[in-house]
């Protein structure tokens, strides 16, 4: 057994690299509200881990990962707004094997009908590399999934990215959700 405690994290306590993220609902066949919106975070440079003992394949610790949830305000009917950090965690030396880097990997938020926690989660996420693009970012919803996908609880629904894959006939089942980021 590892008596060793695991190393502490630390969130940047004056960050500086802000985004504004904006999220737009377009045609929902019913209200949507924020159910959740974060940034995640993970060690880019494996090689700060430790390897773990007793393992024949030498493989590295499991990658450090953190979210820092960040507010998204309600702009209008369809549109929320909120800011989030690049370098919301601290580079440091947490196992004596060089310093890890902390890098932003995306920007999620997750969207249901208001309501019961079981109904479906419509997830829409940008990357991290994304952010200096600034270009807007649609994810497109099957209408009958909103509140709930049949006889699934809790169902999460990524969206599809590009509507031009979805037959013409078909294409005003969908709701879109855009997201844009620009530097604060």
């Known amino acids: 057994m590892n008596n060793q405690a695991s190393p502490q994290f630390t969130e940047n306590p004056t960050p500086r690299q802000a985004y504004r993220l904006t999220l737009r609902i377009e045609g929902a066949p019913g209200p949507l509200e924020v159910v959740s919106s974060a940034a995640q975070y993970d060690v880019v440079n494996h090689e700060c881990l430790p390897p773990p003992k007793d393992n024949p394949g030498g493989h590295t610790s499991p990658v450090p990962t953190h979210d820092i949830p960040f507010r998204l305000e309600r702009v209008s009917d369809s549109e929320y707004a909120g800011v989030f950090y690049t370098d919301g965690m601290v580079d440091a030396e947490y196992h004596g094997r060089g310093v890890c880097r902390w890098e932003l990997i995306q920007a999620q938020v997750q969207l249901r009908a208001p309501g019961h926690q079981g109904d479906t989660h ?11 693009q600034g270009t807007p970012k649609a994810f497109h919803y099957w209408k009958a999934r909103y509140p709930k996908e049949s006889g699934s609880e809790g169902y999460r629904d990524y969206g599809q990215p590009d509507l031009q894959k979805v037959p013409a006939d078909q294409r005003d089942d969908f709701f879109g959700v855009v997201l844009t980021v620009k530097e604060a």
């Open 122 to 132: 419509f997830i829409a996420k940008l990357n991290g590399d994304e952010l200096p």
